[in-house]
């Protein structure tokens, strides 16, 4: 067992929390377990990720439960008053949550993964990586709660915060300098599915600075589409609540980290603050995370179908499959498809409110990657604690309706949403 004063060789964290890595315990297989002698069910070639999905390694089960079991405690007995074993106390770390993140190294192909309980802690764990004098560069359109997050940390803390253009390469080149502590992009963002090109961001970032963390919210791709660490980010996070849990049942944030020092930190960060993921809810990630590839693929495909659709009523649609979207051969340089958000416009919001109305498939709710489709109005909704004039001056038009594709039949789906932007042609005095 490990001793609380080797922490970093052996244990998985000291009393001062600094770090993480269990030993080799109970449902924590060995880092590179593919090639593993101990874990006989792992065969030794690199799996494809739709494969790793499916496969929990769980090598040390005393049973071999076919499912990682949920270790609902607080606190585990020490062997010794000195000797704190793998597991001390849940906040630190958790069988169950370390099965989950040993999971997510091999999906996302990183050095460490961690689980938090939202997107946004993960965001916050990230952003305490920041100091007094930093700077940050964020895109000029990203989703609300990161652009609260983001306003609360330039207000309260001495760092400052660039929105710029972040598909424009020029308008990033001209933020970046020495104190850029992190360029943190969207790709596609959200609402409107603009796309960065992260490679070249991720280049001209550490040129400029070379300790800048290139941090991409890869949320609505998810790690099956797009691998940000491939493409030269530092970090990349998900809100776990969407395409990777699926069943919009739990929430979730998940971190995957490159470098091994940064790592480091960002688990003090967690264990610090207090933001891993409850067991249960990590049991519940690694079931839903299993259905991941069928689930995005049967999504993508209804996505186009109704993006094809909506744009052939006259609607712009903004959806990186398109031919008319402006990054369309970017985007396809850097993910496998164009996942199954999107979002249009109609050019009047009484229209636009007749429409996400009258659906009756379509959900009316926030957050998107649920195997349910789900429709919504952004600046009323997911967006609306962007200030109006904020939401103006980043053109985010207040019409704009964003479709989130399940995996019902896409008939069914299109029948309801053509039925629906009929009606809205009637307006309501008139009904
Ligand atoms: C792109 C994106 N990132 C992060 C988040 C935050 O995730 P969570 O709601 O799980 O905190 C959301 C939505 O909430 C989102 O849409
Ligand atoms: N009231 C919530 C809104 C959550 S929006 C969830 C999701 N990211 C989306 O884009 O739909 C808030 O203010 O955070």
Redesign the pocket.
């Known amino acids: 067992m490990a001793s609380s004063t080797d922490p970093v060789t052996n244990g998985h964290h000291s009393s001062n929390g600094e770090e993480s890595r269990p030993a080799e315990s109970c449902l924590v297989s060995p880092p590179q377990s593919v090639t593993s002698p101990v874990d006989p069910v792992r065969p030794a070639k690199r799996l494809r990720t739709a494969t790793e999905c499916v496969v929990v390694s769980n090598p040390s089960d005393p049973y071999n439960s076919s499912s990682v079991p949920i270790y609902q405690t607080a606190t585990f007995k020490q062997t010794s008053a000195t000797d704190m074993g793998a597991y001390d106390y849940t906040r630190s770390g958790n069988p169950t949550r370390s099965a989950l993140e040993t999971h997510l190294e091999k999906i996302m192909r990183c050095e460490r993964a961690f689980a938090t ?7 916050d764990a990230i952003l305490r990586l920041a100091r007094a004098g930093d700077e940050i560069i964020a895109g000029d359109d ?5 652009n609260r997050l983001l306003t609360h940390i330039k207000t309260y803390l001495d760092i400052t915060v660039h929105h710029v253009d972040t598909t424009n390469l020029d308008a990033v080149r001209a933020s970046l300098n020495s104190k850029t502590k992190f360029v943190l992009l ?1 790709s596609p ?2 609402p409107l599915l603009k796309i960065c090109d992260i490679p070249a961001i991720s280049t001209m970032a550490h040129a400029a600075c070379p300790s800048a963390l290139v941090i991409v ?1 890869n ?2 791709m998810s790690p099956l589409l797009m691998n940000c660490l491939e493409l030269g980010a530092d970090i990349e ?6 395409f990777l849990s699926g069943h919009h049942d739990l ?3 998940v971190i995957g980290v490159k470098d091994a020092e940064v790592a480091k930190r960002v688990f003090f960060i967690i264990n610090s603050i207090g933001c891993g993921l409850s067991p249960f809810d990590s049991f519940l990630l690694l079931r839903g995370m299993k259905t991941l590839a069928l689930r995005i693929e049967r999504q993508q495909e209804n996505a186009i179908k109704v993006a094809n659709v909506v744009q052939s009523l006259g609607f712009k649609v903004n959806f990186p499959s398109l031919d008319s979207h402006p990054q369309k051969k970017l985007h396809a340089s850097m993910a496998k498809g164009p996942g199954a958000v999107l979002s249009f416009v109609t050019g009047d919001v009484d229209k636009s409110i007749r429409i996400v109305e009258a659906c009756k498939l379509w959900g009316i709710s ?3 990657g649920c195997v349910n489709s789900l429709i919504s109005m952004p600046c009323h909704m ?1 967006h609306a604690s962007i200030p109006a004039h904020i939401r103006k001056e980043r053109d985010l038009p207040d019409d704009l309706i964003r479709l989130c594709v399940g995996i019902e039949d896409s008939e069914d789906l299109i029948d309801d949403l053509v039925a629906a932007i009929t009606s809205s042609n009637v307006s309501k005095e008139d009904r």
């Open positions: 309980t939202t997107g946004m802690s993960a965001l990203l989703y609300g709660g990161t969207e963002t959200n919210d949320t609505m996070y998900h809100s776990g609540t969407k929430m979730a944030g926030v957050s998107f997911s």
